[in-house]
């Protein structure tokens, strides 16, 4: 088996389905790019290059390359959605939400409810977060939970290259919105992906790992960070289990409520910032569902709550790392001893 990075396994899922079904699209700005330009039409294939090469087999009806207007792109997202294509949007990065919001908010996610169940709008939102390239604090937050909190919208944070793939066939055969949330600075990391198409049910967190000490529970690209922290933790005679939920909503509480309940000692990782946070739900879920099984407070490790800093050294400082999160794991572990 292969290995790919997740930009390779994103950009498989999208080839065969387009093949598979020609009423899948894709839109975005740039999706295919150099216009005008000496070479082959689609040199640039999105921000990140996810979307190259698709143009030139599937043309300019199915690769369309929009203006600079995210409401516009959404706008026709979900229109197209609901009159029997499924389109697969690019929001370049996740920090442009407002000026698409209404859009998803109250219209493409009450859809199916508004219509008494006789609407589908299988559309797929595919945008990037996260910080860790300088690209300062209009292109690098973490929005996953304002997506999280709307009735109507799957929400997937794909954390390797396996399990983007199988999620993004998923989210786009899935009936309903789905924003794909892909982390702008775990691109390159790869893992071995079957050529073959294949499916992750939402609403299935992972084992990525399993210890009797302490339960990380991780989200999108900080489960590297979490596997790393195990390493670590591991040379002090400290086992982890990792869990990692691949979708927020749905959310998979029940194997998060397991794992607590296995060790009684959680640390809950998210880049974003903490008010109001995935971190401070899960850890909210935990004490309500698992408080008798708890050896410890459970700690959240997050960013702190300021926007994401230009300057690379306090960048460094806003993430979250191993490190911060084999200090929250030491802690727990040894509370009250």
């Not at 979307?51 to 026709?76: H, M, N, W």
């Not at 199916?112 to 390239?133: D, I």
């Not at 640390?267 to 410890?296: M, Q, T």
């Amino acid at each position: 088996m292969a290995k790919k990075t997740i930009r390779e396994a994103i950009n498989e899922a999208l080839r065969q389905e387009m093949e598979r079904d020609e009423t899948v699209i894709l839109m975005g700005e740039d999706i295919a790019g150099g216009a005008g330009l000496d070479g082959e039409p689609d040199a640039i294939g999105g921000v990140m290059g996810v979307t190259k090469g698709l143009y030139a087999t599937f043309g300019p009806e199915r690769v369309i390359d929009t203006p600079i207007t995210e409401s516009a792109i959404i706008g026709l997202a979900a229109g197209s959605a609901v009159t029997g294509l499924r389109p697969v949007a690019e929001l370049m990065f996740v920090d442009f939400l407002g000026v698409c919001f209404d859009q998803i908010l109250n219209q493409a996610a009450k859809f199916r409810y508004m219509f008494g169940g006789k609407a589908k709008t299988p559309m797929v939102v595919r945008t990037t977060y996260g910080g860790g390239l300088g690209a300062a604090a209009q292109h690098s937050q973490c929005l996953y939970q304002m997506f999280t909190m709307v009735p109507g919208i799957k929400v997937v944070i794909a954390s390797n290259a396996y399990d983007a793939k199988g999620l993004m066939i998923q989210a786009i055969r899935d009936d309903d919105p789905v924003i794909f949330f892909e982390h702008k600075a775990r691109y390159d990391d790869a893992v071995e992906v079957p050529d073959e198409p294949y499916t992750i049910p939402f609403g299935e967190a992972k084992y990525v790992r399993e210890g009797d000490d302490a339960t990380i529970i991780a989200i999108g690209g900080m489960v590297s960070e979490a596997i790393k922290a195990a390493e670590i933790l591991a040379g002090e005679g400290i086992d982890t289990t990792i869990i990692d939920p691949r979708t927020t909503s749905p959310l998979d509480v029940d194997t998060i409520l397991e794992a607590a309940e296995e060790t009684g000692r959680v640390v809950v990782v998210d880049e974003a910032n903490p008010r109001c946070s995935i971190a401070a739900d899960i850890a909210g879920l935990i004490v309500g569902h698992a408080f008798d099984a708890l050896k410890a407070p459970v700690r959240q490790v997050t960013a702190p709550h300021t926007p994401v800093p230009f300057a690379p050294e306090l960048e460094r400082l806003y993430m979250p790392d191993a490190a911060k999160i084999a200090t929250a794991v030491r802690d727990v572990v040894n509370h009250g001893k």
